[in-house]
């Protein structure tokens, strides 16, 4: 059988690091978004977060998405033109190859090296399936290349990515994906339950230390990749369940007073000050659909756990 497989560089328009860094440490508030997180090292150490007992969301969504992937198949008819913005290693997307028979997978991230890479494996594994990998920035666009074939569109975002964007943000992006599927497009997304807050502070602080080493990069990539002096020994990872906002926090917290040198400016940290690095809110079903329902997209059947940790959702536009 042949194997097709297209790569699409959308360059995708992300500031430099340093220029994020820069306007992210002028802040009162300091703050660096999450996406600076996914160089190959980040890519790789997401992965292995996905391994940890303690971080329950990949495990469970799988074995949703495993055990009911002939209804979603039903559900969505075969043939569909599969998108994934920020797919990563592809692995969730492989639970549904074979039932949704899609006429091509459309994965899409802006770690490109880490896509090639990723896509390239799905080839060898389902040498029936053209791919065509899009390296891009989601939070951007959703470009849909010109040789992709013209057929209804199943967009597939796991993971509680959502869960990444403020419910402002998220409610854009959903708008934004209901825009790139129509007509008659669908979207499978996997969104992170409400819970008690020892299972989600227990998550983000796995004891193997993967979620730290992960949060931490950014100050590694920050040293290599920009002339900062930033010593990542200088910061202690922290994350923690916000109840009020319904959102996991994760922080880069500055272990003593220290001043970071970058393109002539200074930027001082207290002891104990915070950069902001991600958000992950979570939702429970019916805060999820009334935010799905106000971008346009409709419920057409969900699947959760015994234990309501986590949640997948079928919509339509
Ligand atoms: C948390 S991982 C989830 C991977 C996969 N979807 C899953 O559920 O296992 C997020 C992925 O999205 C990619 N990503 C993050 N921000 C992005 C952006 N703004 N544009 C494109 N890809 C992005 C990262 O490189 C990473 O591969």
Known sequence: MSKTITFHDYQPQIESLKNA?????????????????????????FSEICEQPEYYPPMIERTILSNNSDE??????????VLEPGAGSATKIRLLLEPLQPSAY?????????????????????????VHAVCVDFTHSI??????PDSHKLAFFPGSSIGNFTPHDARAFLDMVRKTINPGGMLLIGVDTKKPTGILNAAY?????????FNLNLLHRIRDETEADCNPENFEHQA??????GRIEMHLISRC???LHLNGDEFLLDEGESIHTENSYKYSPEEFIALANKAGLHLVQHWLDEEALFAVYLLKS
């Open 106 to 130: 459309l994965p899409m991230d802006i770690s490109c090296e880490y896509l090639r890479y990723s896509a390239a494996e799905i080839v060898d594994d389902f040498p029936w399936l053209p």
């Open 240 to 245: 923690f369940y916000n109840q009020q906002l």
């Open 205 to 213: 602080n796995d004891a193997a230390g993967i979620t730290a080493a």
């Open 72 to 81: 979603i198949a039903y559900l969505t008819g075969t043939d569909r033109l």
């Open 143 to 148: 470009p849909l290349p010109e040789a992709a």
């Open 257 to 259: 007073r220290q001043t």
């Open 21 to 45: 860094v820069i306007a992210g440490l002028s802040k009162t508030a300091k703050s660096i978004p999450p996406k600076y997180f996914y160089d190959e090292r980040g890519s790789k150490l």
